[in-house]
Nanobody
Framework: VQLQASGGGLVQAGGSLRLSCAAS????????VGWFRQAPGKEREFVAG????????TVADSVGGRFTISRDNQQDAVYLQMNSLKPEDTAVYYC?????????????????WGQGTQVTVSS
């Protein structure tokens, strides 16, 4: 499966963005998906994950209550709705897929990665 992340940009603190991860190739419903982010000088960290069906979701504590992950398997897409953005949310955001029922917070458990989309939150 090939992944294409989009929707990043520059936003003021308190604003919102919606990231999209579009898939091509095998049916996207075969894959659990995770969103990760990496800020300059920092390790890649888990942000949110969603199961193949979309029934099970998980978000990192650092973004809980502000970020929501969802998917539309008919459209072969996964979304990350980001509200109440903070400057510390600034990073390159990546979507990743793994051929499993459930998502994982461990980056090494994902086989396929998108190219990343930059999110910059100004104070």
């Amino acid at each position: 499966v090939q992944l294409q992340a989009s929707g990043g940009g520059l936003v003021q603190a308190g604003g919102s963005l919606r990231l999209s991860c579009a898939a091509s190739g095998p049916p996207f419903s075969n894959y659990a998906v995770g969103w990760f982010r990496q800020a300059p000088g920092k390790e890649r960290e888990f942000v949110a994950g969603i199961s193949r069906s979309g029934i099970s979701t998980t978000v990192a504590d650092s973004v809980g209550g502000r970020f929501t992950i969802s998917r539309d398997n008919q459209q072969d897409a996964v979304y990350l709705q980001m509200n109440s953005l903070k400057p510390e949310d600034t990073a390159v955001y990546y979507c990743a897929a793994r051929q499993s029922t459930l998502s994982s917070s461990r980056a090494y458990e994902y086989d396929y990665w998108g190219q990343g989309t930059q999110v910059t939150v100004s104070s």
